[in-house]
């Protein structure tokens, strides 16, 4: 995917960027597109709900939900009432966004009958504060913080797990596993070593499970490394790479991108900021506790 994109600087009127934790999602969206971070980061602009996206907060809260219960306790039935609870609250969150009810609700059926075909949720030995952990830790002197889905006991030590509700897309595989070796190298700052990372697909059941070794670990922290250096870089000079490719035509900020349209006026000025309002866009008021 590198190889068929292409980098363009573009000068905003804005901030520097703030000193914030990185995380595994941060880091992924600066290395896919600067200027695409610096309007979410550090401009704060969200991007509206999608079934997608509303689909996956449901089934995660509830597969949560589910395996805080006791292993004999963690049944079909149960797993159907916790996501039904979850859906009555995401769904109110996005009531007026024009998004298709039945088309989220089939959806998140759709991810909790795949669980059930994926594993054995009795047989999962959830490690203490297991699930939807918060871990802070500085890597290579770097704060960083995460949010882990699922932590558990497996037959070679501690296992991260973490759920996908989408298909599985070979070209993001090293973004999904940079994102769980992160999470190994936070836990292991904290004096737990992670024996193995997972990744659970639920929109094509599967369970795709990798040992955790340093050479995978000191990439992962390269990538958060460099997205680093990168970000004060371009912060100090004011200018910020939009790298181009075939994902531009998904991005919301296409509109008001420079290095789509030639005659967009500078992001972050006033103008810019307009045409992200009439694209439907939103911007939060403060920051958000980390990236």
């Keep these: 995917m590198a190889g068929n994109r292409k980098t363009a600087e573009v000068r905003v009127d804005g901030a520097p960027a703030p000193g914030r934790p990185w995380s595994a999602t941060a880091i992924g969206q600066f290395h896919d597109c600067p200027l695409r971070y610096w309007w979410q980061k550090v401009e704060r602009w ?5 079934t997608a996206l509303v ?28 996501l039904a609870r979850s859906l009555i609250n995401e769904l109110a969150l996005v009531e007026d966004q024009g998004l298709d009810e ?8 759709a991810s909790m009958t795949a669980y059930w075909q994926t594993e054995a949720p009795a047989e999962i030995e959830v490690a203490p504060d297991g699930l939807e952990r918060r871990v802070d830790a500085d890597l290579r002197g770097l704060p960083f913080l995460g949010h882990i889905d699922r932590i558990a006991v497996s037959d ?6 973490d759920y996908k509700t989408g298909a599985p897309k070979p070209r993001f595989w090293w973004g999904y596993w940079r994102q769980q070796l992160l999470y190994a190298a ?32 000191h990439r992962a922290l390269d990538d958060l490394e460099t997205a680093h250096t990168e970000r004060d870089r371009m912060s100090t000079a004011g200018l910020w790479e939009a790298r181009t490719g075939p994902l531009c035509n998904y991005c919301d900020f296409r509109a008001a991108c420079p290095a789509q349209r030639s005659n967009c006026p500078p992001p972050g000025g ?3 900021n307009d045409i992200l309002l009439k694209a439907g866009l939103t911007r939060r008021a403060s920051e958000p506790n980390g990236e």
């Design 46 to 50: 969200e991007t509206p709900s999608t």
């Design 55 to 82: 689909v996956g907060r449901a089934v995660h809260e509830a597969l949560e939900q589910l395996l805080a219960l006791p292993p004999e306790e963690r049944v079909p039935v149960r797993g159907d009432e916790f």
């Design 102 to 109: 039945a088309e989220i609700r089939e959806g998140a059926a």
């Design 156 to 161: 070679v030590g501690l296992r991260i797990t």
């Design 186 to 217: 936070a836990l292991q700052e904290l004096d737990e070593p992670v024996a193995e990372v997972e990744l659970l697909y639920l929109k094509d059941p599967r369970q795709v499970t990798r040992p955790v070794y340093p050479a995978a670990l």
């Design 270 to 272: 006033e103008q810019s």
